[in-house]
């Protein structure tokens, strides 16, 4: 099968949204229009201990490394936000509430670019991107029309606003651009104003080093001292600058349900009480298991010190026997930090 050019723009549209995303655009490939920024970004250390970022530096300059003779781009959002989202939730970023998304949105990339290279005809050749690959995929997002990248580093569209996951599709074919999406942040700084950790260095630059999210998810070690009352009860993720974000207050909800949560999350007195194989069992399929158990337990002890209330004290002195050495320091930092008779013993 070969379809011109614009009847192939169509029929891939109406494959993606056939295969769940919400939204798709398409546009030219090439080195990113913001390269630069993020080769400054890389040399000011703002990404932490993300060294694959850097490992992956030149492909991510250049998507043509990833696929030689890549033309175009196809760009997908599936949203996670839910309306109907379970309380005892809070402390997890949306996006990780449910299945693991790279388990989710692989096989519909793959299927996807399969269907392109078909539709395309011979000698067409795609590569599929999800995060995990060396593809700036934010960037090339917002250049073929997906969305803007908001101040606070989000993509942002009218209609699901930062609330979605982007995957990516590079090809051979040339595909007809979509139109671009103007920045609608105007003056609005709500993001800024409101990041708990001033993680923002200004407008539309993160120092992950002092990001939530960093910290609890890609950070091994301890939280540094000075940002532990501030990451206040989050264990995985956060969500504060979305959640201010006047795009987000109608964005539209998701319909996936592999994103939904299945049944409640644990209280942090008993994510404490999880062994290795315990924590595999209840987060393996899920994207907390990045932070690994001891980050995960780690983030739990601290946010347990910021909750305060006697009723933590006998979890953490337990804590303070784990194998994992963060969660001991964290434990004793919660100790501390509710500061009881019996804490301070």
């Known amino acids: 099968m070969r379809l011109g050019a614009r009847a192939l723009a169509e029929a891939v549209r109406a494959r993606a949204l056939g295969l769940g995303f919400d939204a798709v655009a398409l546009g030219p ?49 599936l949203a996670h936000g839910r309306a109907d989202a379970d309380p005892s939730w809070r402390p997890v970023a949306r996006y990780a509430r449910g299945l693991d998304y790279h388990a989710l949105m692989r096989p519909r990339l793959r299927e996807l670019a399969g269907f392109v290279a078909e539709a395309a005809g011979q000698g067409v050749r795609c590569r599929a991107a999800v995060d995990t690959s060396a593809v700036l995929e934010r960037d090339l997002a917002q250049r073929v029309g997906l969305g803007w990248i908001g101040k606070n580093t989000n993509l942002l569209t009218p209609a699901l606003g930062s609330y979605f996951l982007i995957g990516i599709v590079l090809t051979t074919a040339e595909l007809p651009p979509d139109a671009r999406q103007p920045d609608r942040c105007g003056t609005c ?128 002195e337990r804590a303070l026997g784990d194998p994992e050495p963060d969660v001991r320091a964290a434990a004793a930092w919660a100790l501390e930090r509710i500061g009881t008779q019996a804490a301070v013993r």
Request: proline content about 10%; glycine content about 10%; aromatic content about 6%.
């Open 29 to 77: 490939a090439g080195p990113p229009e913001h390269g630069a920024a993020f080769e400054r970004w890389l040399d000011a250390g703002h990404a932490g201990a993300m060294h694959y970022l850097t490992r992956g530096r030149a492909e991510r300059l250049d998507p043509e490394r990833l696929l030689p003779g890549c033309r175009s781009v196809v760009a997908v959002a």
């Open 189 to 316: 700084t709500a993001c800024l104003d409101a990041c708990p950790t001033g993680a923002f260095v200004r407008p539309y630059v993160l120092d992950a080093r002092r990001c939530i999210s960093y910290l609890t998810i890609e950070h091994r070690g301890p939280v540094p001292a000075e940002l532990r009352g501030s990451v206040a009860d989050w264990v995985f993720g956060c969500d504060v600058c979305q959640e201010v974000c006047p795009w987000n207050r109608k964005a539209a909800p998701a319909r996936e349900p592999a994103l939904a949560p299945r049944g409640p999350f644990p209280p942090l007195e008993a994510l404490l009480e999880l062994d290795r194989d315990a924590f595999r069992a209840r987060f393996g399929a899920s994207a907390i298991a990045r932070a690994k158990r001891g980050g995960l337990l780690r983030n739990a002890a601290l946010a347990l010190g910021n909750r305060g209330g006697a009723p933590a004290v006998p979890v953490l």
